[in-house]
């Protein structure tokens, strides 16, 4: 079965970086885009950007450009997501979803991981 | 930016019917989807391309999109139904999930 297994929890600075890695197994990993989706404390979803693990290819919300980067590793089939120029505004918990689109993506979750809370305070 | 609107909250009593709308314009031209979270956990897809529903789902869930709202419809609600439920589309360059409704089950 799929599976998304995202890693722990992070807490950060004002102005860092953070990493968040989401390995997947249960399918052919380059198959399926991978999205990712925040959610801060209290508040609704929001859609970050996606990337085609199979040519590395990316897109993201246009609120994220330019301090979102999405890779890939396909010899783990892990997907990292890595946020640049923290604030406490980025304090949420990061969830990777897979595409349903086999080869070209649909723009629908039907697995996600189980979440990553990153949290920012000085 | 595309928008989708969502009312904050509804109500239904046990064994009732529940509604959730969600509105964008022009919603009836692309796909709606409905998601499905309870505190603390990731969200679970329970109606994709307006109408469908996932094998795991149960069938008291279904899904319409007409006249730019789509509406989710839980018929015989049970107290395990009480979570969040987010509408989603895509707009073409990005996926755009509504605010969000709460549905409580009293």
């Known amino acids: 079965q799929v599976q998304l297994v995202q890693s722990g929890s992070e807490v950060k600075k004002p102005g860092a970086s953070v990493k968040v890695s989401c390995k997947a197994s249960g399918y052919i990993f380059t198959n399926y885009y991978m999205h990712w989706v925040r959610q801060a404390p209290g508040k609704g979803l929001e859609w970050m950007g996606k990337?085609?693990?199979?040519?590395?290819?990316?897109s993201f919300a246009q609120k994220f450009q330019g301090r979102l980067t999405l890779t890939r590793d396909t010899s783990t089939s892990t997907v990292h997501m890595e946020m640049s120029s923290l604030t406490s505004d980025d304090t949420a918990v990061y969830f990777c979803a897979r595409d349903e689109g086999i080869a070209v993506a649909k723009h629908y979750f039907d697995n996600w991981g189980q979440g990553t809370q990153v949290s920012v305070s000085s | 930016s595309y928008e989708l609107t969502q009312p904050p909250s509804v109500s239904v009593s046990p064994g009732q019917t529940a509604n959730i709308t969600c509105s964008g314009n022009y919603l009836t031209e692309k796909y709606a989807f409905w998601y499905q979270q309870k505190s603390g956990q990731s969200p679970v897809l329970v109606i994709f391309q307006d109408t469908k529903r996932p094998s795991k789902i149960p069938a008291r869930f279904s899904g319409s999109n007409s006249g730019n709202t789509a509406t989710l419809t839980i018929i015989g609600t049970q107290a395990m139904d009480e979570a969040d439920y987010y509408c989603q589309a895509w707009d073409f360059t990005s996926v755009v999930f509504g605010g969000g409704t709460r549905l409580t089950v009293l």
């Open positions: 990337i085609n693990p199979s040519g590395g290819s990316t």
